[in-house]
Each structure stands twice: as C-alpha cells, then as structure tokens.
C-alpha cells in the first residue's frame, strides 16, 4: 500500500526546542501542582483571554512517581513553549524538581506559591503578569519547516459503536500506515480495550520477544479489568450495537492498521523512531489507585506524555472532547451522529457505510495531519476544547524486550 | 475538505464483514419484516434492527461461537434462528460481562 500520489504536499512548520523536537503549536501552560491551586490556575488561564494559554494540573497532595515524570513530559512537550507552575505551598509535589527540569529545556518557566504570594489575588495578579511575559518572550520565536519524520501522532477512541470497527477505525489505520510510510511515529493504546486481539497484535510485532511482551500486557490488562468488576465497556457501547468487550476490541485494533508493531512503550516514553507503537496504560503491579483510565482524556494526556503534537479521535455515539497542549482531529463514524454533531466533526467517515472507499476517507485524515501541522485548527480547539486530567498510577520501566533494535 | 462522491444505487442493508463470520451488521436502521437478502436468499427480518447492530447469518446454536471480522466476539447464552437480532440478551462476553445503565433520557 503506497501513499496517495493525489497527495498534495502541505507546508508543515514547527517550533524548534532545545532538544531537537518541534511542536506544532507554541503554547503556554499553567500547571497546578494540586487541586487546592486549580481555581487560581483556572482564573489565570481564563483571564490572559488566549486560546494558547492552556491549562493542565495533578490534583493528588500525596506525592507519586508516575504524576511527577508526566508532569515532567507534559510541561517540556514541544506543544509547549513556556510554563508557569502554581502551587499551594504545604503539598508533597516536587515542585522544585518540575521547575529545574523545564528550566533545563531552555523554556521560560515561573513558579508561584500561593501561601507565599498572599492568597488567590495577589497569586493570580502575578501569574496574570508573568503569563504576559512569557507570552511576550514566546512571540518571537519563528517556525521552521517540519517534515513527517518529525511528527509523532496518537489515535484514541471513545463512544464507539457498531460502526466504529467497520467505518473511523479502519480509515485511521489506512492513515497510520501512510504516516509509517513516512517514518512518523505512530501511537495507538489501551491494552484494556485491546483484550482478545492479544495474539494478533503479537504476529505483528517485529520480534518473538516483543510479541510475548504485547500478549503479558493484555493479560495484565484483563487481570486488572476484572479485579476492579468492570470491562472498559460503557452502556452507550451496547446502545450503538457492540455486545462484548472482546468485540469492542477487534473494532478499536482496526485503527493501529498493518504496519509492523515496532515497540510497546508506557506512559511518558517517547518512540525512539518512525515505526507503530503500543502503549500500555494499566498500571503495573496490584490495581491500588482505580480504574487504568477514568475517562477517554486521560489517555489522550498519556499519548501527549510520550510525544505525540496531535490526537486522532474517533467516535461513533459523539465525542466531543478536545485537550489541553495537543490538537484533537474527530473522526466520526457513525453517519446519522455526523449529522445531528457535524459541529465537532472534522472527519465524516461514516459515509464509508453509504459507499465511499476506505482510501478516501484515510488519505483526507492523512491530509488533515498535515493541515494542522501547518497551523490549521482542529473543530475541538476551534471550540476551545483543552480538557485534561491526570489520576495516580504506578509504572515499572519497560523491558529490554519492548523496544527492538531497529 | 475533500468529500468523495457517494456512487447512488442500492447498497445491501447487511454487511458481511468476513467470509467466516455467522452475523451480519446493519449499515442503515432496518424496519421489522423488511425483506433483506441473506447469502442469496431473501429473508423477512422479524424486529427491527439498529444502525450498528447485528444479526444472525444463520441458525447459531447455544454456547456457540460469534464471529465478527473472522474473529470470536463471545459466545451465545441462547439459541438463535437466522436474521434475529445478537446482542445484550442472547451473546456475552467470553473474557469481562459488559454493563449496561437503565434506558432512557431522550
């Protein structure tokens, strides 16, 4: 399968960063450090009026690895072009380490104690300010050209139903493979909703290795599912005609397409190279903090911690969701949702099912990419979509199985 | 955005996914007792059936296997004759139960 010759080539550009990563947008963020610096943070984001101020935070006052490393990616993401830190004061957040690490990525970065700068006013005068500064110190920077060898790009699904698996999913898969083609890196995720494709998915790995690993991890998967009493499979599922778990599943795989499967990676890691990628978002060890992923933007956050400038987003039933540092494209499955939500769709894929071809709807997906890599707004951000949420996790390191030599 | 031409014509209301599969989805809303064609034979459907939703190919026998995409997509709790809707009542999940919430809220 070749890349469409019809093709037009799309000028993308980028925001050069210190480590040789460039980001498609050039935002600011404002990250609180716990729930009690939310409301501070929210009125900042809200009151600088600008639609690349966007807000992120962990909410949790007890300290975990995992918040702190995504914390870590998130802020130095090449979405990201400078980052003020709000906290309260009296919570276990390293706040300090955040701080250096961002400072060591050559972006503008301020942080401010809420119990030291004199409560909610005089905090959100000073970050009203240093905002302005930093938007002030961004300005200036000038994209330069970026390639899709540069571009890492992550699919998620969310509200799917009996066409997601026949109409979205496979036209994002046509998509990635063309993308792999031009050695992007490719994401797709959750080994929870991948239950049931697990020896599938290990004949595409480019090693045995890397095949048992991917088949350990649906099972930890499944192990998971089942002590927490719940499948990932919402009644809004069953309303649009998927009965099982298992059958939920083979629609979602469809959208990873026929590449090779090159690594699986974890939350935060960034694919080494061009290739396709599995990430594992069940926590390791005895489930202790919930379910993997309360809702669809917590994985979208986990695909942005390993790297990725933009989110395929596919849906039958009708997301709506955008997200916070990384544009969301909606691909939209099911035709009569397109209709009645044409608003949040960027992508009409399900007139695939009245007789349009797989290839059409994948290379105007693969045209998109391309359109907002070159400044073009997704409808989500054009809406002022920027959810985002982060819930505590634990993680071992990958093995030296998951990522292959290439 | 480019939008492809839709070929008009009559497009089957079933779809066969793959050649093993023993159920069928509907690509559009399908009205009880309209007459659909199941592997060459016209065949009244006895309820409605969804956008999305799925039915018998065939007589499938209880505890049986559902193919889907040539894949297993759980097993039958009850026997169902051909052109019956598969879903919640008759087909669960071979690995985690799916949950529903009470209908409603329209």
Same mark, same amino acid.
């Given at each position: ?406 | ?24 989805? +509907? %690509? @559009? /809303? &399908? *009205? =009880?007792?309209? $007459? #659909?064609?199941?592997? !060459? ?14 039915? +018998? %190919? @065939? /007589? &499938? *026998? =209880?505890?049986? $296997? #559902?193919?889907?995409? !040539? ?36």
């Amino acid at each position: 399968m070749s890349v469409p010759a019809s093709s037009p080539s799309i000028p993308m550009r980028g925001w050069l960063r210190k480590d040789g990563r460039k980001g498609i947008r050039n935002v600011v963020a404002v990250a609180y450090l716990v729930e009690c610096a939310h409301h501070v943070s929210r009125m900042i984001v809200q009151k600088s009026s600008s639609d690349d101020v966007h807000l992120i935070g962990f909410p949790g006052c007890y300290p975990n690895k995992y918040a702190l490393e995504m914390m870590k990616r998130l802020c130095t993401h090449p979405n990201v072009g400078a980052v003020l830190l709000v906290s309260l004061g009296c919570e276990s957040f390293n706040r300090e380490e955040l701080r250096r690490h961002v400072h060591a990525s050559g972006r503008p970065v301020d942080l401010l104690v809420i119990q030291q700068a004199g409560g909610t006013s005089k905090t959100l005068n000073a970050g009203l300010e240093a905002v302005k500064k930093m938007r002030a110190a961004i300005a200036g920077q000038q994209p330069v050209p970026m390639a899709l060898d540069e571009l890492v790009i992550g699919t998620v699904c969310g509200g799917s139903d009996g066409t997601s698996g026949i109409t979205a999913n496979p036209a994002v898969g046509r998509c990635f493979d063309w993308l792999i083609e031009n050695d992007a890196r490719c994401i797709f995720e959750e080994t929870g909703e991948l239950i049931g494709c697990e020896r599938i998915m290990a004949s595409r790995a480019i090693t045995p290795e890397l095949g048992r690993e991917i088949e350990a991890c649906v099972d930890k998967a499944a192990n998971y599912y089942r002590i927490m009493g719940y499948g990932s499979f919402a009644p809004g599922n069953a309303e649009g005609g998927l009965t099982t778990l298992e059958e939920k599943s083979m629609g979602a795989y469809s959208k990873s397409g026929s590449s090779p499967i090159s690594g699986l990676i974890k939350p935060g890691d960034i694919p080494p190279r061009g290739g396709l990628y599995l990430l594992d978002v069940v926590p390791d060890g005895e489930p202790r903090f919930g379910f993997p992923n309360i809702s669809d933007n917590a994985e979208i956050v986990e695909l942005i911690a390993c790297g990725s400038h933009l989110i395929l987003f596919t849906t039958g039933r009708g997301s709506v969701v955008g997200s916070a540092i990384s544009p969301v494209i909606k691909v939209c499955a099911n035709p009569d949702t397109y209709e009645r939500m044409s608003e949040d769709m960027d992508v009409n894929a399900g007139r695939i099912l009245q007789g349009a071809g797989l290839d059409d709807v994948g290379r105007e997906i693969y045209e998109l990419v391309q359109k907002l890599a070159a400044g073009e707004p997704s409808n989500s951000e054009a809406l002022g979509h920027q959810e985002f949420i982060l819930t505590y996790k634990q993680f071992e390191p990958i093995g030296p199985a998951c990522l292959p030599a290439a | 955005m480019t939008e492809t031409p839709i070929p008009t014509g009559k497009l089957p209301p079933l779809l066969l996914l793959h050649p093993d599969d023993n159920i069928l989805v +509907a %690509r @559009r /809303d &399908i *009205a =009880a007792g309209e $007459r #659909v064609e199941i592997d !060459g034979e016209t065949f009244a459907v006895p309820h409605a059936v969804e956008l999305g939703h799925k039915l +018998a %190919r @065939r /007589d &499938i *026998a =209880a505890d049986a $296997r #559902v193919l889907k995409y !040539g894949a297993p997509i759980g097993s039958m709790k009850t026997a169902v004759a051909r052109g019956e809707h598969v879903h919640m009542h008759n087909l669960k999940s071979d690995y985690i139960p799916s949950t529903t919430r009470e209908p409603g809220g329209h």
